[in-house]
């Protein structure tokens, strides 16, 4: 990286549990510049505007949990051992979600819902992404004779999501990783079920 993209990566990754926390209305310039201890001018310098930086800031937040989930994924070589993983990720992650504010991707997709329409096309894609991961990876077991062939890939994918960031929701607000830890083990229990053969 040159100095000048190290610098950008700097003030994307300060100020990207700002965003998290505090969102993006409430976000200031002076919030950023004291994260990051630069000038107004030195943000300004690397990004357009506010919009520009959370812009950045989201692609950067949101990358960071694929990877994550990703990183989980790629160490499984069965269908269903993938898609345990992906559920694993959230309980062995949440204290770090927790800490940085909650999930990203629901945090800004509500406020881009109603607020801010520049983000809304990117935190759609992110959605869409993760839903087909998870109907890739459902895939992979109904056409590998893991999970039951005439499933509904789609819409276990899409429960699975919402289940996911509710829990998330839910467990940030009463402050009890196991709230999260009981909704995915009762997805476990929805897969052994419903799903695998």
Not at 81 to 92: N, P, S
Not at 184 to 194: G, I, Q, S, T
Request: overall charge positive; glycine content about 6%; charged content about 25%.
């Amino acid at each position: 990286m040159s100095k000048a993209e190290q610098t950008r990566q700097f003030i994307i990754e300060k100020t990207a549990p700002i965003f998290n926390k505090k969102g993006y209305f409430a976000t200031s310039l002076s919030d950023i510049t004291t994260a990051t201890g630069l000038t107004k001018g030195s943000i300004y310098g690397n990004f357009k505007d506010k919009d520009d930086l959370a812009l950045h800031v989201y692609s950067y937040q949101s990358k960071k949990i694929a990877d994550g989930v990703d990183q989980h994924i790629t160490q499984q070589r069965t269908a269903l051992k993938k898609l345990f993983a992906v559920f694993d990720f959230y309980k062995e992650n949440f204290k770090n979600i927790a800490a940085s504010g909650g999930c990203p991707l629901m945090n800004t997709a509500i406020e881009a819902d109603d607020s801010l329409p520049f983000l809304l096309p990117k935190v759609r894609r992110s959605f869409t992404l993760w839903k087909q991961r998870l109907i890739s990876i459902l895939e992979e077991g109904v056409n590998n004779g893991e999970f039951k062939e005439h499933i509904s890939t789609e819409h276990f994918a899409l429960t699975f999501m919402a289940m996911i960031e509710g829990g998330i929701l839910l467990s940030k607000i009463s402050g009890r990783g196991k709230d999260l830890a009981i909704v995915l083990d009762n997805m476990k229990e929805m897969v052994d079920r419903e799903i695998k053969i």
